[in-house]
């Protein structure tokens, strides 16, 4: 199987009727890249920046990685890819991913409730505008979109958007080159896609993080064992949430990804293309089977079927039904 996939690898993503689907590559690290070129990936859809920053006591590394080393970095995944965009998601930690050398509250009670994500950013400014400083950089070597985790309130949208703005300047007042970058927000919280038309006034695309959104509308602990049988990626609400987010963004015209676990799922494929959406991102090696599934998909039939599953109490029924 694996082999008969291979030979995918410089197909081009198009369903039966030529729907052209992007395929994008999630990554930790920027030699990463290398496997996500391997694999056909189009692009980088989601680097997760905060691997930069964890796991350092291990290479005996004492200090969070300062502006140069992140820039070096963020080069360095661009420059990989060949041309091709890169999405660097900016800062995720905190509560459960903790970072070595800056010590993590342990009397958490809900810590996925917690200071995690922007939050985690806007509360440490000084930390965030390094990071943004690095990424704008790196921006002058290539294509990247520059993509804000875990927003939920139109005030922390306005503290991101003037923090960015910092960050231009403090490079300009420098006299250091920066680049220009498309802006994007995670849609992980269920109130943010319930509040799409303020983020997409704010921001030129859109990625749905599946995995905390399935989290956080079912109220279940995506990391604790004894929940996980009610961890439920085709629950009807989180359907609605990931459906109506990818209908608001393309009425109007913007840019809208998943990046969960969801758009790596093949089960999730046809309903996703059936809900409209042209842009999946994944971990590399899931790549080929998703394409194997948009290269027999007919999109323009899976609509009315989408509409379907969505209507059901139980869609993981229809999804799992022989075609
Ligand atoms: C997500 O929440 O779906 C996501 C892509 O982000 P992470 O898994 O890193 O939280
Ligand atoms: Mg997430």
């Known amino acids: 199987e694996r082999g008969r996939l291979s030979r995918l690898r410089h197909k081009p993503a198009v369903t039966l009727d030529g729907e052209r689907v992007e395929l994008l590559a999630n990554i930790e690290m920027p030699e990463d890249t290398v496997g996500a070129v391997k694999a056909g990936a189009v692009g980088v859809g989601l680097f997760r920046s905060e691997f930069l920053f964890m796991g350092r006591e291990a290479q005996r590394l004492t200090r969070l990685p300062d502006e140069e080393e992140q820039y070096l970095a963020y080069r360095r995944a661009v420059e990989g890819m060949q041309g091709m965009p890169v999405t660097i998601r900016t800062i995720d ?172 799922d093949v089960a999730f494929t046809r309903l996703l293309l059936g809900l409209g959406l042209r842009s999946f991102s994944m971990h590399p090696s899931q790549i080929l089977a998703v394409k194997q599934e948009v290269l027999r998909a007919d999109a323009a039939k899976l609509v009315p079927w989408a509409q379907s599953v969505l209507e059901a109490d139980d869609p993981a029924a229809l999804l799992n039904a022989p075609r």
């Open 93 to 264: 930690v905190g509560a459960d991913k903790p970072l070595d050398g800056k010590a993590v509250r342990e009397d958490y009670l809900n810590p996925a409730l917690g200071l995690r994500a922007i939050r985690w950013s806007l509360a440490d400014p000084a930390m965030f505008l390094t990071q943004l400083r690095a990424i704008l950089r790196a921006a002058a070597h290539g294509e990247i979109h520059l993509l804000i985790p875990m927003l939920a309130h139109a005030s922390e949208i306005r503290q991101t958007l003037a923090l960015i703005d910092e960050a231009r300047a403090q490079l300009d007042r420098r006299g250091v080159v920066h680049g220009r970058v498309k802006l994007g927000a995670m849609i992980e919280i269920p109130a943010a896609a319930l509040t799409l038309k303020t983020f997409l006034r704010h921001f030129d695309f859109l990625s749905i993080g599946t995995n905390d959104l399935i989290q956080y509308t079912l109220a279940i602990d995506r990391a604790d064992e004894a929940v996980a049988h009610l961890y439920d990626p085709a629950h009807p609400a989180v359907l609605r949430l990931v459906a109506d987010t990818i209908a608001e963004c393309r009425r109007q015209g913007k840019g809208v990804s998943v990046c969960g676990e969801m758009a790596g």
